[in-house]
């Protein structure tokens, strides 16, 4: 009943940029964070970044200075801009949101199905 449906995804050659969408659907009451995590061949998924309702954001180490997050609630969307994109930056990028289906509910996390980003010549 909800879904998250992710887009942008690519072949980028290093230092060029992409940006990600990933847009929330479905019958809820609040989405409190959405957010971007990644996963390369051979490696643990890790967190790229999350933003919440109040706007607060969270980066990745590897990531700070050159990503963005942001979110246009009234789309129920989140974004991931992505500059100056290095090969290792090459993973699955998935989406996660943690929604509120109903009021005094409880929250609950959902993924998108994943988009490939790949940073090669």
Do not use: H
């Not at 971007?36 to 967190?47: D, S």
């Amino acid at each position: 009943q909800v879904q998250l449906v992710e887009s942008g995804g690519g072949l980028v050659q290093p230092g060029g940029s992409l940006r990600l969408s990933c847009a929330a659907s479905g019958s809820f009451f609040s989405i409190y964070a959405m957010g971007w995590y990644r996963q390369a061949p051979g490696k643990q998924r890790e967190l790229v970044a999350v933003i919440t309702s109040p706007g607060s954001t969270n980066y990745a180490d590897s990531v700070k200075g050159r990503f963005s997050i942001s979110r246009d609630n009234a789309k129920n969307t989140v974004y991931l801009q992505m500059n100056s994109l290095k090969p290792e930056d090459t993973a699955v990028y998935y989406c996660n949101a943690q929604i509120q289906r109903a009021m005094a509910g409880p929250q609950f996390q959902y993924w998108g199905q994943g988009t490939q980003v790949t940073v090669s010549e």
